[in-house]
């Protein structure tokens, strides 16, 4: 099994913007319908922060409504993640995954560092 690979991560002040990108083309996370972008900051737990199916459908964790949109090309078996308003609360490492690998421990890649400065 191939990891995904994240990117796009860095350094940003409060309210800006990044764009992530998980490549899986040698992935299995793309022959599940629903992926995922998770996210996992010091001290806590991994979460699942949004996730979108094959046909578009998506959801979020109620903390990134309205500044985080996920999207996919499932030509290119890459997800994205456009991450707007950005805030310090949103430093963490984030990871992309199908939530069926996730539930088993499988599937992670090595993740993307994101900092938010106040």
């Known amino acids: 099994q191939v990891q995904p690979v994240e990117s796009g991560g860095g350094l940003v002040q409060a309210g800006g913007s990044l764009r992530l990108s998980c490549a899986a083309s040698r992935s299995i996370i793309f022959s599940f319908d629903v992926v995922g972008w998770y996210r996992q900051a010091p001290g806590n737990m991994r979460e699942l922060v949004a996730s979108?199916?094959?046909?578009?459908?998506?959801t979020y964790v109620d903390s990134v409504k309205g500044r985080f949109t996920i999207s996919r090309d499932n030509a290119k078996n890459t997800v994205y993640l456009q991450m707007t308003s950005l805030k310090p609360e949103d430093t963490a490492v984030y990871y992309c995954?199908?939530?069926?690998?996730?539930?088993?421990?499988?599937?992670w890649g090595q993740g993307t560092q994101v900092t938010v400065s106040s």
């Open positions: 979108i199916a094959r046909g578009g459908t998506t």
């Open positions: 995954n199908s939530p069926r690998l996730a539930a088993m421990e499988r599937g």
